[in-house]
T-cell receptor
Framework: GAGVSQSPSNKVTEKGKDVELRCDPI?????LYWYRQSLGQGLEFLIY????????KSGLPSDRFSAERTGGSVSTLTIQRTQQEDSAVYLC????????????FGSGTRLTVV | DQQVKQNSPSLSVQEGRISILNCDYT??????FLWYKKYPAEGPTFLIS?????DKNEDGRFTVFLNKSAKHLSLHIVPSQPGDSAVYFC?????????????FGQGTRLTINP
């Protein structure tokens, strides 16, 4: 596609429920990143996928968070048993390859846990 | 452990004047630095970058300066225009460590007044 597409754009969920956030990167981009931005904070790295390599999961805040990237394209970030502190904007970005730092970000999913 | 810091959460500048956004970092292994610009409800967009082998990079109205000894970089916008009003994030990476992920600052909200 022309840009990085994320869905849903907004999600309100009850504490304890599971949520899935989707990212559709730019076609041909081999690198995909998930970041989140909590209120008043900078962008916090969550996970990075590069081609068929094992993902870098070092930024995932707890084992309630997981992500997968199917077929080297679409990625899904799953948060199980959501907590109020999970409320944030979740941003996905892609880049041509591991050497390309000019990420293209999606518009994000604003997650609110009530 | 905030490795990249933007100490000014906001900055207000008159149209036509110079805007100077500052960023400090603590990790001496960082060797590549970027600035991103973010409008409300949109993802950040890449603006300009600089490698640690340089101390200045210019692109039109935007210039990034790097002072490695002070671990400080700045973004100059001149002349400032109303469309420059946005949140600006600096980011850094340690490419020589093979680290693909960017570390972002908290952002500075720039407002250009007519």
């Amino acid at each position: 596609g022309a840009g990085v597409s994320q869905s849903p754009s907004n999600k309100v969920t009850e504490k304890g429920k599971d949520v899935e956030l989707r990212c559709d990167p730019i076609s041909g981009h081999t690198a995909l990143y998930w970041y989140r931005q909590s209120l008043g904070q900078g962008l916090e790295f969550l996970i990075y996928f590069q081609g068929n390599s094992a993902p870098d999961k070092s930024g995932l805040p707890s084992d309630r968070f997981s992500a997968e990237r199917t077929g080297g394209s679409v990625s899904t970030l799953t948060i199980q048993r959501t907590q109020q502190e999970d409320s944030a904007v979740y941003l996905c970005a892609s880049s041509r390859d591991r050497e390309d730092y000019g990420y293209t970000f999606g518009s994000g999913t604003r997650l609110t846990v009530v | 452990d905030q490795q990249v810091k933007q100490n000014s959460p906001s900055l207000s500048v008159q149209e036509g004047r110079i805007s100077i956004l500052n960023c400090d970092y603590t990790n001496s292994m960082f060797d590549y630095f970027l600035w991103y610009k973010k409008y409300p409800a949109e993802g950040p967009t890449f603006l300009i970058s600089i490698s640690s082998i340089k101390d200045k990079n210019e692109d039109g109205r935007f210039t990034v300066f790097l002072n490695k000894s002070a671990k400080h970089l700045s973004l100059h916008i001149v002349p400032s225009q109303p469309g420059d009003s946005a949140v600006y994030f600096c980011a850094a990476s340690a490419t020589n460590l093979g680290a693909q992920k960017l570390v972002f600052g908290q952002g500075t909200r720039l407002t250009i007044n007519p």
